[in-house]
């Protein structure tokens, strides 16, 4: 297959960026996430991590049930750091997220 | 396109609602999601990748891929096949990351 | 707010669990990330053959409806729009309904997230028109849309042989169905069965490439004798299904990775009790299975909640829980026959811990 295929579809890895990262010694799906932000965007790995794992299986000779899946961090879902943040004068994290949060994020 | 007599289906009657896309007055079926009433209308490019700036639309229609993304009522990157259309909306494409924070305003 | 049962997924498993449960008298409630319950239920127009006899035969679509009602009117909460979206330090779920977040005391968890569908690679997968086929029958029957008019399928296997039969009736041109496979490796009266619906099969065959400038206009199938291009403007991928676990993950449930049942899952005993014993898990999330075994998966699950919530008592408990397996049995023949095998040895490798 054409090595520029795009493997994860929110932050636009290939196949190709993929095989580098297992050539510089990534072994599992997490190490190629901190090389490459593969299964990082907003779907957190929920469409490419089997996909990912077959590219791994092949590329290790290793059978499937020993590739690893990506570990799960909250939040689990697609959520705004105002929903998190939740009531602004109460919370002691609003300070931090501040300048990411955004009028609309928060009343919305 | 909607299906008016849909073969498998009981008919339903489903009223109409208005709702605008990049300005524009269309018509959806109420009930539908924002997806489907995009879709309804002819419209299958949502918005475009961050970095590649490709072309993207509905995937898997339930939450989970977020290819779907649009811009409701001035939220960003909102599932389009999570929510619901309502009469008035106002529904953008989703053409890439919206500007926040540093503004002068604070929050 | 505080339950004594709070179920994690509003579709089948979830349903049949907090009718059975709120009948009992528990306090019952569905976190459901949808606007509405019912699951993936709310999508299938096919007949629905083999359901618990209480059911009948009937239509996906009209069980979500049954469901949905029953729910309502015997008092179980439906937290509709609510996702789960972790956990606090003290194993507390946390709950956002888009505004706020919020905890959600209960005794006991059911985890009934159900599966989803697994993408194919090829290149041009990403464009518009190329969608799971879930997601082309949520926008058939469910939103009444037309997702595309001439449409080629990946996967030959039951979920496409429905839909696509579906699609066609609806006046989508389904052009074939694309399948890796060869002739020999798949069931034969599935093959009849699209044979007798006048759909084509490619076996041993790919879909090399999709493009289109801003959404999908061609396929080429890789296949030996036919190299086609093909002109069209939807792109169906039915590449099966697998269990959703991200909540039982949060949960701190142990897992194991078993091919026949999905993949990655968690570990479970005979009461569908995880290694976090106030978490159970029931429907596809333990496992892909058919319709009936994930309602009798859900039932034997609550009958577990029962039993630790100590409303039935050991001896009816574990009467009902040898029926209900019986049941799983009949349920999991067939093609499901590997799903139960599969399925018996997670259990008693549990049973140690059980005890």
Known sequence: MDKSTIVCKCEEINIDEIETALKAGACQFDDIKRLTRCGMGPCQSKVCTNMVREIIAAYTGEPMEHIEYPKNRMPIKITRLGVLVANQETSS???????????VDTNG | MYINDHPLLESEFLEEITFFYEGKQLIAKSGQTVAAALMGNGIK?????RKLQQPRGVFCANGRCCSCFVTIDGLDHTLSCMTRIEEGMQVFFNGGDPVVGRGGSGI | MEFELVIIGGGPAGLMAALT???????????????????????????????????????GIALAKFFSNKVSSIGVTAL???????????????VSNGKDTFPIYAKKILVTTGAAEQAALFPGWTLPGVMTIGAAQILL???????GKEAVVLGCNSISYDIAKQLRACGVNVQGIIEKKSIDEIDKELIEKFESENIEVFFHSNIEKAAGKQHVEKVWIDNDVLKKEREIDLVCISNGLYPVTEPLELLDCEFTYIENLGGRIPKYGSSFTTSNSSV??????????????ILVTASIAVTGILEDLAILNNIEAKKQKEILWTELLKAETGRYSKVHDARISLVNDFLPKEI
Request: hydrophobic share 40%; aromatic share 6%; with cysteine.
């Open chain 1, 93 to 103: 994290v609003v300070s931090v997220f501040k300048e990411s949060v955004s009028e």
């Open chain 2, 45 to 49: 490019v949502f918005g475009v990748s």
């Open chain 3, 21 to 59: 449960a709120a009948e009992k008298g528990v306090k019952t409630a569905i976190v459901e990330e949808s606007f509405a319950l019912g699951g993936q239920l709310r999508q299938q127009a096919q007949v629905l053959e083999n359901l618990p006899k209480e059911f009948g035969k009937q239509s």
């Open chain 3, 80 to 94: 509709l729009g609510h996702t789960m979206i972790g956990t606090y330090r003290n194993g507390t779920i946390g």
């Open chain 3, 141 to 147: 029957n469910r939103e009444r849309v037309l997702p």
């Open chain 3, 280 to 293: 159970y898990v029931a429907g596809n999330a333990a496992g892909i299975t058919c319709i009936e075994g």
